[in-house]
């Protein structure tokens, strides 16, 4: 009786301190862990986190840390599939404890952020976007699991600095659809184009490709400031005053506003109507040499301020290839775009626009060699 006695208060005592967080354990591996040297830095990437007691079920929340903080990390524990890490907060209390590893990234994952930004910065944005459920952040443009930066929350926004066109392969790893759904959906993807393919009908862009976007975050959204997402989940934030002039064939993959209002260019948020240069996208394959363009019409969409309507300045004759990017340069009204087109020839060529206005109405002047095939093709 003594013995099952024994045994019942030796369970209880386990568990009790079970749930007061393993604390005395998960000293003697800090303690380990700081003589053995492991330390790094972690900044706080979600809005708001705890670091708490352990990482069980029941410990107890130490400190709120916010986006941006910096903590120190001494271990890392890999608790029923969930990484954790040991941190200690730079407050005066230095308060040390366990934070789970969705709510910070590390220095050497910040690192390589950062360096893909570096990649463009001499760009501009080319669109803006956001995305509807959360999704991974990526190092590249490809679902291995070994680039993935971290978790976006819902509705983040970012801008789009470029995009990549992928070939359609059945992943193991969706970021936005489990494994059943990703496989009906390939079933039903490739029964449409063996269906297209027997009418006779264009190879459509969805149904070849899926398109990644290289997006530069806002230190208000992420201390990280680029990554890669895939565009299943993205939706394009096209300005509110322009986006009825998409067409269902065909749509806007870049805008630029030609006019003062520069606080506008990405964010739809205008404080009045102005003028705008797009690109757009029918979704046709064009692939040449394998490579698919960027943009495959232009349009110069101008405000009458009198009229309070929009008119076409100008707008391509017949289909462009393109790639970005897209820049807009000059002051006040008299501006100019270039765009990168593809030559008859095969070469890709810079082309420079010169926006201007002509009394009341905005004129476009065209690159001589585009004003002349323009021109043949109207006659």
């Known amino acids: 009786m003594k013995k099952n006695r024994s045994i019942l208060i030796a369970i209880a005592t386990a568990a009790i301190v079970f749930q007061a967080g393993c604390t005395w354990l998960d000293g003697a591996l800090g303690t380990v862990s700081g003589l053995a040297g492991l330390s790094d830095t972690a900044t706080v990437i979600s809005k708001t986190a705890q670091i708490r007691t352990s990482y069980a079920v029941v410990a107890a929340d130490l400190l709120e840390v916010k986006r941006g903080e910096k903590l120190d990390v001494v271990d890392k524990m890999d608790f029923e599939r969930v990484l954790w890490y040991r941190v200690r907060a730079r407050n005066a209390e230095e308060t040390e404890g366990w934070i789970e590893a969705q709510h910070v990234i590390t220095s050497d994952t910040l690192e390589k952020s950062q360096k893909l930004a570096e990649e463009f910065k001499d760009l501009p944005p080319q669109a803006a976007g956001q995305i509807r459920s959360k999704s991974n ?14 978790m976006l929350p819902a509705n983040s926004n970012f801008e789009i600095m470029d995009w990549k066109f992928v070939p359609k392969q059945e992943l193991p790893d969706v970021d936005d659809a489990s494994r059943g759904e990703q496989a009906r959906t390939a079933r039903q993807k490739n029964e449409e184009v063996e269906s297209a393919r027997t009418q006779g ?3 459509k862009l969805d149904e070849k490709y899926d398109i990644w976007y290289l997006v530069k975050l806002d230190p208000s959204v992420s201390p990280a400031p680029a990554g890669w997402i895939f565009g299943r989940q993205v939706e394009l934030q096209v300005p509110s005053e322009i986006v009825f002039f998409q067409q269902n064939n065909r749509k806007f993959v870049t805008w630029q506003r030609l006019d003062s209002d520069v606080a506008a260019v990405q964010t739809g948020r205008s404080a009045t109507p102005g003028n705008w240069v797009i690109l757009s996208r029918t979704n046709v394959v064009k692939a040449i040499d394998g490579v698919e363009p960027d943009f495959d019409g232009v349009q110069v969409l101008a405000f009458d301020k009198y009229d309070q309507s929009y008119y076409t300045a100008w707008r391509s004759s017949g289909e ?15 501006k100019t775009f270039t765009l990168t087109l593809r030559h008859p ?31 043949a093709r109207t006659r």
């Open 201 to 203: 009908e264009a190879e």
């Open 137 to 150: 952040l990526r190092l590249a443009s490809d679902m291995s699991p070994d680039n993935v930066l971290f």
């Open 320 to 334: 462009v290839w393109g790639t970005l990017p897209l820049r807009v340069e000059g002051q006040g009204d008299n």
């Open 345 to 375: 020839e095969g070469r890709m060529d810079p082309k420079r626009f010169v926006v201007f206005r002509d009394k009341s109405r905005l004129r476009v002047t065209l690159p001589e060699d585009i004003a002349q095939y323009q021109s």
